[in-house]
């Protein structure tokens, strides 16, 4: 009776509910914080948070790349209708035993234990579900595993409590990427998330991504561009890349590393390729295309040397010939006018 009146009294005053939770909400530090992050995040000038955490989220960050949008294809198209398809018959089906069956229903039992044509089907039936899910999964980890056509080269080795990156197309540009503290947030920074040194990639580039670690096993994880892959010690391991869209986008170390696992985020901001090159160009480093011209000229330079070299060498055993010749010529001339004197 108790808690008939407590269900009524509730389920008669959402509105008064509804305001004391905002409240409770209110004065509550990490609300309150989120709420502030959220109103710095939308009057900041900065680039566009897209792969970040929301309050009350559920469900998949926004897709920003190829192989993120077939894992959110794959999970609900093939996935959940699977799983609700299953979690529904299984619960009408304890529902049916509960009443079908019970002590009431049923006061004589049968006392049947073996039923061959229920245990094939019982058999069978997951084995096709596998079958179904196995062959897209296969497609999928063939998919986000490399690509033949990478544009670029990022290096990651993960730290305790922190990540290193390296650019070996770019005049090996390097640096490590630090969480901001919570007390150095400036304004449009995300709390726990937010780095000193954010990773800049540029958009439409298909990137290779090298990952290892200098002491424990970690795990680099970006969730609005589906990578996640193991950093080990002692061995690179390979995922790839490709953003779609500019903004900024966030990631955690996903492999529990030790005390300060929680605060080794991941930062990367999308840019243009243009912005990308002007980014670049003030870190130090060279775009490829220049660094590829610069060593084609030097290898041209060096195939041409040989080559006036050996028209030198040429010229150099031609000119005693020539002098030769002309000596002849010369003898040949004087000896008839002797001969008439």
Not at 85 to 98: K, P
Not at 155 to 184: C, L, R, S, T
Not at 233 to 256: D, L
Request: proline content about 6%; glycine content about 6%.
């Amino acid at each position: 009776m108790t808690i008939a009146r407590l269900i009524s009294f509730l389920s008669s005053r959402p509105a008064a509910l509804a305001a004391a939770a905002a409240a409770v909400m209110a004065t509550t530090p990490a609300f309150a914080q989120a709420d502030a992050e959220a109103a710095a995040a939308a009057t900041s000038g900065a680039s566009e948070i897209i792969g970040a955490p929301k309050d009350w989220g559920i469900g998949f960050q926004p897709s920003a790349s190829p192989v993120k949008h077939e894992m959110v294809a794959f999970h609900n198209n093939l996935l959940m209708p699977i799983i609700t398809g299953t979690t529904i018959f299984v619960m009408l089906l304890l529902l049916y035993v509960m009443l079908r069956f019970n002590a009431r229903a049923n006061p004589k039992p049968s006392k049947t234990t073996h039923n061959t044509m229920l245990e094939v089907i019982w058999t069978l039936v997951p084995v096709i579900i596998l079958v179904i899910v196995v062959i897209p999964s296969m497609k999928l980890l063939y998919m986000a595993d490399k690509t033949a056509d990478a544009e670029m080269t990022l290096n990651i080795k993960g730290f305790q409590w922190y990540w290193g990156y390296q650019y070996p197309d770019h005049g090996d540009i390097e640096f490590n990427a630090y969480m901001v503290p919570e007390k150095d947030l400036k304004e449009g920074q995300v709390r726990l998330l937010s780095t000193d040194n954010p990773v800049v990639l540029p958009i439409d580039t298909n990137i290779r991504l090298l990952v290892t670690a200098n002491d424990v096993i970690h795990s680099f994880a970006m969730p609005a561009l589906g990578v996640k892959i193991d950093a080990v010690p002692g061995r690179t391991n390979e995922t790839w890349t490709r953003i779609e869209k500019v903004g900024t986008y966030f990631g955690q170390c996903s492999e529990i590393c030790g005390i300060n696992h929680g605060f080794m985020p991941i930062e990367i901001k999308a840019v243009t390729k243009e912005d990308f090159a002007n980014w670049v160009a003030a870190q130090g480093g060279k775009m490829p295309t220049a660094e590829a011209e610069a060593t084609e000229g030097t290898a041209q330079a060096a195939e041409a040397a040989p080559a006036a070299d050996a028209a030198a060498s040429a010229a150099s055993e031609e000119a005693p010939a020539a002098d030769a010749a002309a000596a002849d010529e010369t003898a040949s001339e004087e000896q008839p006018a002797e001969a008439a004197q």
